[in-house]
């Protein structure tokens, strides 16, 4: 698994070394002396990891890392904190500084490669994302509200057998956060199927096989993408590394320290947050880009793309399309005589009637004003040319409220019907029939169904 690295360290002799390690694994290197360097090569450079010195001149890693993750063009990037430092404190500043994990000098090769592969695998994570932010921004979507999500709040899952270390972490999590606690993989795994923001899990558990229930989580679909954060005694070197490689997304070490729980358990809950926010954000974004907005039917783009799969389907041997063209009779003297906002009622009335009168596999669509589409998969004439007939008596029926009910308007559509005929028909040639239909269903007074066949 290749990356970038970006090593950050002012000691010459420091940064030669992780450069060495790193580059005999097959990582592409860069290097920065100082924070400001530093800041400027992650923005230029987009590393994979950025392994930041805390012990620097000038602006030290605690303040570095602060700058990286405020900023939208490096937030993603996991930074990991290189220090000589063990102490509680600096830990937890450097969680509350955005650190997304420690190592301790000297080096141990075997936790570093194994943190390294961990967050190579969040940042692939994350570059997808980035992808999908700067689809939503150029779609004139607010990513940038996702730098504003907190890490409070939070449901989350406990599966542990220790009476004392659950009540340890209970009191801790309830200050901030919606705890559950379960005793055994199959509970947990059940209560994972709600709502759930992080799961914690022992990994030293005595009565469950707690790296078993890390490898279930991330092999079923339900808690696949669900933070982990994974107790682990830091003396337990195998089962720590095993952890990373399962894919926990953070260690938390034995014992429990409230404090960094809290600190850790915050990061991993913001950070989901913001995952679930541009996958929200770029749902949203696919969504318009196929709906029309006024209506919530289907737009022309959509309908054009279906109906295309649909018809090359026909011509291979499979079942038949139907297509009705709709427009809605005098629809100008709606908008000059009562003005717009009572024709997008009408439009928005239209859309409703229409969609309640097909079935659920058919496709109605806004063609553009007041011209609507229907595609109806496995119809033939006569099946498309009842169900517009059905459409005409429920717009003729009753009439339209508009500017708030305190008008009716009593108004008519006209429909053209087509279905495909053989092998040799084409979207093109099956929406022209139908438009023929319409025009000839308009000429004859409108208020008709016109139904035409090749």
Known sequence: MSARILVVDD??????LLEAKLTLEYYDVVTACDGMTALARAAADQPDIILLD??????????????????????????????????????????????????????????????????VRLKQVMDELREREESGRR??????????LRGSGGRVLVVDDNPRQVEKIGLQLVKEHRPTFETTPDAAMAAAAGPIDLMIVNAAADSFDGLRMIARARTDKTTRKLPILAIVDPGDRPRLVKALELGVNDILAKPVDAEELAARVRTQIKRKRYTDFLKEKLDYS???????????????????GQ????????????????????DIDHFKAVNDGFGHDAGDEVLQEFAVRLA???????LPCRQGGEEFVVVMPGSTLEDAARVAERIRRDVAGAPFPVLGGRELLNLTVSIGVAATTGAGDTPEALLKRADEGLYEAKASGRNAVIARAA
Do not use: W
């Open 11 to 16: 000691v010459e002799p420091n940064v030669r």
């Open 54 to 119: 805390v012990m620097m001149p000038g602006m030290d890693g605690f303040e570095t890392c602060r700058r990286l993750k405020a900023d939208p063009a490096t937030r993603h990037i996991p930074v990991v904190l290189v220090t000589a430092l063990d102490g509680r404190d600096d830990r937890i500043r450097g969680l509350d500084a955005g650190a997304d994990d420690f190592i301790t000098k000297p080096l141990d090769d075997l936790i570093l490669f194994a943190r390294v592969r961990s967050l």
């Open 139 to 148: 779609m004139g979507v607010d990513a940038e509200a996702g730098g504003r």
């Open 286 to 304: 696919l969504e318009m880009a196929v709906t029309d907005a006024l209506t919530g039917l289907h737009n022309r783009r959509y309908m054009a």
């Open 307 to 326: 109906l295309q799969a649909m018809v090359g389907r026909t011509a291979q041997g499979g079942e038949g399309v139907a297509l009705l063209a709709l």
């Open 356 to 362: 309640t009168n097909v079935r659920a596999i058919d």
